[in-house]
């Protein structure tokens, strides 16, 4: 418990932590804004542009598991800085990637980075803050990432019309830098609460075999390929399930599922990241092909949504460490589905003041979700499972977004096809936006039970 005690360390760690959580909703949203233009550049039509923030998220949830298991045998902070590493190389190499293959590559490569960071930050986030004040750290945190998410379209609208979106990558390489030296400077010790376990690599293989399959056929869909690689997925889950079950050291403690608050908890956040995630990317395709703006002019439209989360979500955070945080997390889930199904209806004749109207409603709702919703998985766990409870944390976002942007791509595989976007397929376009909205909607709704279910467990 010396952690709680030294403030110095509690400080530095949410610094770390913190600027660590801006950077990949930063590089989200802000490429989003700059697919356009990548695929004007490389001359790729309309799925393969998907496949450029579906190779990062791809890679992230398959190795956060892993590495949360790591992290809690070779120590959170060894994982984490090597993290931080890993993602700062990968943004050089993307921003001079010479063809679309190569940074759809150097992307997964920074998918892996990622999932260090991911499942390390808020592990040690909530390791060094006692309970009652842990759900403001965790506020803040969430801050950071919608930060990112708004600065995210605004200045890489900007960087990618001035100076290339090249420059978007280059951007970040400062910021890592920071948390680097932070790090290794500032933030004393070590934390391996599993140091004497062995690391569960025949657990970790069929994981990544399982995920890889579903992810990957999911967003192949709706070709043959798809459905034979999601059914191929089912009997790797259960291989899976039956290594985990009988490993005196699994790489995913699958117990932790009888907990019901917490299992409730991590499906509510996989229904949020995939009913929102994927919205920037079809409102700057509105935005830009319809409605014929500038990237720069697009993000300043769509910053709106995160600014609205920044704000609220660190008094989410600090509410949920008074009341019961699942009732807050319910409340932000049905305030999400109305903004979003508020998109469904989305037509040429729009006009902005509603579409930025809709995007605070939904910053609003995801903002009372997401702080109250990680605490209640947080809260739910023993101190030695903080690890993995992280790495469910990132693997149900990261999950979440790569079905969102799954989800896009299978509308836009049967209604526009394998051709680029252009005045000839814009109605199909506006058809594929609405469903998509619908669809999102919908899960949603189906979400607040699953955020405000066994309140009282855990």
């Not at 759809?104 to 986030?125: K, Y």
């Not at 009652?132 to 379209?153: C, D, F, Q």
């Not at 709702?365 to 101190?383: C, D, H, K, L, Q």
């Amino acid at each position: 418990m010396n952690e709680y005690n030294d403030r110095s360390l509690r400080l530095y760690v949410l610094i770390a932590a913190t600027l660590s959580s801006f950077l990949t909703p930063f590089m989200g949203s802000s490429i989003n804004v700059a697919l356009p233009v990548i695929a004007l550049q490389f001359k790729i039509d309309a799925i393969l542009q998907t496949w450029i923030p579906t190779a990062f998220l791809l890679a992230a949830a398959i190795f956060a598991v892993p590495f949360g298991r790591l992290s809690e045998i070779y120590g959170m902070k060894r994982v984490f800085v090597y993290g931080n590493i890993i993602f700062t190389v990968s943004a050089i190499l993307s921003a001079f990637s010479p063809s679309a293959m190569a940074l759809i590559v150097f992307r997964a490569i920074q998918g892996v980075g990622s999932a260090m960071i991911f499942v390390t930050g808020l592990a040690i986030l909530t390791r060094v803050f006692p309970p009652y004040e842990r759900g403001k750290a965790i506020g803040i945190n969430t801050a950071a990432v919608y930060i990112g998410l708004s600065m995210g379209p605004v200045l890489g609208g900007f960087l990618t019309r001035f100076l290339g979106w090249q420059s978007i990558f280059l951007f970040t390489v400062p910021v890592t830098l920071i948390v680097l030296a932070v790090s290794l400077l500032k933030i004393d010790g070590e934390w391996a609460d599993a140091a004497n376990e062995t690391f569960d690599i025949p657990g970790s293989i069929s994981y990544c075999i399982f995920l890889f399959l579903l992810m990957y056929g999911f967003s192949a869909l709706p070709d043959i390929l798809g459905a034979i690689m999601i059914l191929l997925s089912i009997g790797a889950f259960a291989v899976f399930l039956k290594m985990e079950l009988s490993s005196p050291s699994p790489v995913f403690n699958v117990r932790l599922f009888r907990n019901l608050r917490f299992s409730f908890s991590s499906l509510a956040a996989l229904i949020n990241y995939s009913a929102t995630f994927a919205v920037s990317l079809l409102l700057s395709y509105h935005l830009q092909y319809i409605k014929g703006l500038d990237p720069g002019s697009s993000g300043l439209i769509l910053v709106t949504q995160p600014i609205i989360m920044a704000l609220v979500a660190p008094v989410a955070g600090r509410a949920s460490d008074r009341f019961n945080p699942q009732t807050l997390a319910g409340i932000g889930m049905a305030i999400t589905a109305l903004a979003l199904l508020s998109l469904s209806i989305l037509d040429r004749t729009t006009p902005v003041p509603m579409i930025i109207v809709s995007l605070l409603v939904l910053g609003l709702g995801f903002g009372f979700f997401s702080s109250p919703n990680t605490n209640a998985i947080m809260g739910s766990v023993e101190r030695k499972d903080y690890g993995i409870a992280s790495a469910t944390v990132s693997s149900m976002r990261l999950i979440g977004q790569a079905f969102s942007i799954g989800i896009v791509t299978l509308i836009f595989a049967f209604l526009i096809g394998r051709v680029p976007i252009s005045p000839a397929n814009y109605d199909l376009l506006m058809e594929s936006t609405r469903i998509c909205f619908l669809i999102f909607g919908v899960l949603c709704f189906a979400g607040v039970f699953a955020a405000t279910a066994h309140r009282n467990d855990g």
